[in-house]
């Protein structure tokens, strides 16, 4: 069955650190572009990163460039988000999900979504 299951969120300080896993089951991440998105309080669901098939191209938005660094850990099958210099309103539920297309960050070229993992920033 094909799943994916983010982990590794919660409550963090501003400035701290926290890095968010996407474990993928039932197909390989290698063959597919997995982007990370995020749904703050209240708002829409937004792009936050991508990582191409190839692994060769990512994506960020502007709001976490030089923030957050997308990888892939083929071995494990599985996709990363470190994300550095968290602030306040980095706070949202992300999700992790799997497209057959190039990277774009817009939802509705993502399938197959992760149950999301809750990151609060607060002091």
Known sequence: QLQLVESGG????????LRL??????????????GWFRQPPGKGREGVSCISSSG???VYADSVKGRFTISRD???????LQMNSLKPEDTA?????????????TPGRFISWGQGTQVTVSS
């Open 10 to 17: 919660g409550l963090v300080q501003p400035g701290g650190s």
């Open 21 to 34: 896993s996407c474990a993928a089951s039932g197909f390989t991440v290698d063959y597919h572009a997995i």
């Open 56 to 58: 060769s191209s990512t």
């Open 74 to 80: 083929s071995a494990k099958n599985t996709v990363y």
């Open 93 to 105: 539920v992300y999700y992790c999900a799997r497209s057959n297309l190039p990277c774009i960050l």
